[in-house]
């Protein structure tokens, strides 16, 4: 039998029971074709980056699975016909992780490693923008903002002469 992590999709407007009813409704497709349900894990109401069939947040539901694949393929089929989930998806992997789901994991336990504020600049010390040196612009004049350009050059200079 091989190992998968299977991950569904259910509608926002279900609740949390009909969401737990999902499951040992689909937990139950897999052992009766000879397989096992170990880790399940309630994601929660979450937001979708997009709107998937009218709906802008779903429940999320991961499944660790040990089956043989027409035990999969049955359940994938089910879920294909049933209204009540919105997408699924199935990864076949080697060995199931042990512990909570990178989902699961409290925020401070992910944000061990820091996050973008406290990164070390090194050498180059705190950021300012105020006081960077733009250097001599010799090729340019000086701009002036009181509107004038400066002498307009006859059509003829600009466009080499032709008509």
């Not at 880790?39 to 979708?48: C, D, F, P």
């Amino acid at each position: 039998m091989a190992l998968y992590e299977h991950v569904f999709l259910a509608r926002q407007d279900l609740s949390q029971q009909q969401v737990d009813a999902l499951v040992e409704q689909y937990k139950g497709v897999i052992t009766a074709n000879g397989g096992s349900v170990g880790r399940i894990e309630n994601w929660g109401l979450k937001s979708l980056t997009y709107r998937v069939k009218k709906n802008r947040k779903a429940y999320y539901t991961l499944m660790d699975i040990n089956c043989p694949p027409a035990a999969l393929d049955e359940m994938e089929r089910q879920m294909g016909l049933s209204e009540d989930v919105l997408r699924f998806l199935t990864i076949k992997v080697e060995a199931h992780e042990e512990g909570p789901s990178a989902m699961m994991q409290k925020r401070e336990e992910r944000s061990e490693r820091g996050g973008f504020g406290d990164r070390d600049r090194g050498d180059r010390g705190p950021r300012s923008f105020g006081d960077r040196d733009r250097g001599d612009r010799g090729d340019r004049p000086p701009r002036s903002f009181d509107g004038e350009r400066g002498p307009r050059r006859p059509r003829e200079a600009v466009e080499g002469g032709a008509e």
